[in-house]
C-alpha cells in the first residue's frame, strides 16, 4: 500500500536559515509521482513540483531545491535562506502509476514558521 | 499558473441545513476533479473523484448520498452537503487536474471552512 510520511510535525527556524523538509514514501509501484505543496494561512494549496520516478535529477528553483532519492524512497525539500513568507505547512504527496493522473496520497505535512 | 476558484469561502449553517460547494477551473478546461477534506492540523483526504459528465467516484467510508457531487461542465464541480450535523464541520477543498504540457498537476481551490451549528 501506498504511504507518504513526513516526520518532522513542525519546525522553527530563525529567517535567512536555511531548512530542510523530509519525505519518504512508500509504493509498489515502479512508476510513481511525487509532488510538494505549500498552504499557507489563508488555506489554498500551492503547487510547487512535480517529479516522476524515472527522473533522479535534483531540482532548484530559486531558493527553493529538491533531492529525490529512490535507493531511500526519500524526496526532501530544501528553502535556502528563509523568509518569513516561507511560513506554512507543507505536503509532500505521491501519485501513483505512469499519467500522475490518479488519486494524490498526502502525508501530514510540516509546518514551518520561519522567525524573523 | 492553473487557478481554481472556490465559493464560499467561509459558510455557518444551521443542523439538518444543506450546503453547496463550488469549485470552477478559471482559465483552463478540467475533465477531472477532486473533493478532499481536512481536519484542523492534518491532512488531506480524499473524497471523491470527480468526472465530467459521469458520477463521482467516492472513497471508501464516504457517504455519497451525503456529499452529492456534480459536475455538469468541464470548469465547475458542485459538491452539496446535505442535512449537515456538526460532525460535517470541516475545511473542505477542491481541485481540478491540468491536462496538455502541464498535464495531471493538480491545482487546488482556497478551501471552504464550514461550521455546522
Known amino acids: 500500500a501506498q504511504k507518504v510520511t513526513q516526520a518532522q510535525t513542525e519546525i522553527s527556524v530563525v529567517e535567512k536559515e536555511d531548512v530542510t523538509l523530509d519525505c519518504v514514501y512508500e509504493?509498489?509501484?515502479?512508476?510513481?509521482?511525487l509532488f510538494w505543496y505549500k498552504q499557507p494561512p489563508s488555506g489554498e494549496l500551492v503547487f510547487l513540483i512535480r517529479?516522476?520516478?524515472?527522473?533522479?535529477q535534483n531540482e532548484i528553483s530559486g531558493r527553493y531545491s529538491w533531492n529525490f532519492q529512490k535507493s531511500t524512497s526519500s524526496f526532501n525539500f530544501t528553502i535556502t535562506a528563509s523568509q518569513v513568507v516561507d511560513s506554512a505547512v507543507y505536503f509532500c504527496?505521491?501519485?501513483?502509476?505512469?499519467?500522475?493522473?490518479?488519486?494524490?496520497?498526502f502525508g501530514t505535512g510540516t509546518r514551518l514558521t520561519v522567525i524573523p | 499558473g492553473a487557478v481554481v476558484s472556490q465559493h464560499p469561502s467561509w459558510v455557518i449553517c444551521k443542523s439538518g441545513t444543506s450546503v453547496k460547494i463550488e469549485c470552477r477551473s478559471l482559465?483552463?478546461?478540467?475533465?477531472?476533479m477532486f473533493w478532499y477534506r481536512q481536519f484542523p492540523k492534518q491532512s488531506l483526504m480524499l473524497m471523491a473523484t470527480?468526472?465530467?459528465?459521469?458520477?463521482?467516484?467516492?472513497e471508501q467510508g464516504v457517504e455519497k448520498d451525503k456529499f452529492l457531487i456534480n459536475h455538469a461542465s468541464l470548469t465547475l464541480s458542485t459538491l452539496t452537503v446535505t442535512s449537515a450535523h456538526p460532525e460535517d464541520s470541516s475545511f473542505y477543498i477542491c481541485?481540478?487536474?491540468?491536462?496538455?504540457?502541464?498535464?495531471?498537476?493538480?491545482?487546488f481551490g482556497a478551501g471552504t471552512r464550514l461550521s455546522v451549528l
Open positions: 481541485s481540478a487536474m491540468v491536462g496538455g504540457v502541464a498535464k495531471n498537476i493538480q491545482y
Open positions: 509504493t509498489r509501484d515502479t512508476t510513481y509521482y
Open positions: 517529479r516522476n520516478s524515472f527522473d533522479e
Open positions: 504527496a505521491l501519485s501513483e502509476g505512469g499519467t500522475g493522473a490518479n488519486n494524490l496520497f
Open positions: 482559465d483552463f478546461q478540467a475533465t477531472t
Open positions: 470527480s468526472n465530467e459528465g459521469s458520477k463521482a467516484t467516492y
